[in-house]
């Protein structure tokens, strides 16, 4: 398996444009996760999913963040609009319960 | 609800001396408890868990960890620092089941290894 695949990997935007981040999970794996990663907060559980179902998005930080799972092979974040201050790393990440989670090399996103 | 504390936001280590990450963790019954590494610019890697059986866990790269029921510790240990160590590591706790069954994550410790 060639393990979480996440696109794009480096993504720069301008304030009030729309980003969408992409994620595909390991085959088999029921659950996925969207963390934010920065300086100041460390790791943040944004939103999570199992079989396809958001389960948790209380940490999702506005209403400008939407997430879907539209199947068990693809996930999608998206920021609308952007701001500045959404300027992160975003991981994705996806877990059997019978398993270790298992992290996507991230995307660098940068709002200007 | 469950928590996870690295107290050390920066661990300075010298190439060939032993090296220990601290984390301690709080969960409502038998813990399930993870190491994690972060090298510059990728994702988090998976280095070792510890489910249940011995207390000492041996993982990748030649680290181990020794869980703690007592004290609610899983300090990351290697006996002998590598520059190429030098990382930032995660530890997460989660509960076999309930609502504590999705893992939290520690802050991170960043481990310099200098040669």
């Known amino acids: 398996d060639a393990g979480v695949i996440q696109s794009p990997r480096h993504e720069v935007t301008e304030m009030g444009q729309e980003v969408t981040l992409r994620c595909k999970p390991i085959?088999?794996?029921?659950?996925l996760f969207w963390y934010r990663q920065t300086m100041m907060r460390g790791l943040e559980l944004l939103i999570y999913f199992n079989n396809n179902v958001p389960i948790d998005d209380s940490g999702m930080p506005e209403d400008r963040f939407s997430a879907k799972m539209p199947n068990a092979s693809f996930s999608t974040l998206k920021i609308q609009p952007s701001e500045p201050r959404d300027s992160a790393v975003y991981f994705c990440?996806?877990?059997?319960?019978?398993?270790?989670?298992?992290f996507g090399p991230g995307t660098r996103l940068t709002v200007l | 609800a469950q928590s996870v504390a690295q107290p050390e936001d920066q661990v300075n280590v010298a190439e060939g001396n032993p090296l220990t990450v601290k984390c301690t963790y709080s969960v409502s019954g038998n813990p399930y408890l993870f190491w994690y590494v972060q090298y510059p610019n990728r994702g988090l890697q998976f280095l070792l868990k510890y489910i249940t059986g011995d207390n000492l866990v041996k993982g990748s790269y030649g680290f181990e960890a020794e869980f703690n029921k007592s004290q609610t510790s899983f300090h990351l240990k290697k006996p002998s620092a590598l520059v190429s160590d030098s990382a930032l590591y995660f530890c997460?706790?989660?509960?076999?089941?309930?609502?504590?069954?999705?893992?939290?994550f520690g802050r991170g410790t960043s481990l310099i290894v200098h040669p």
């Open positions: 997460a706790v989660r509960a076999p089941s309930g609502g504590s069954y999705i893992p939290t």
């Open positions: 085959s088999g794996h029921d659950y």
């Open positions: 990440a996806s877990w059997a319960s019978w398993d270790t989670q298992y």
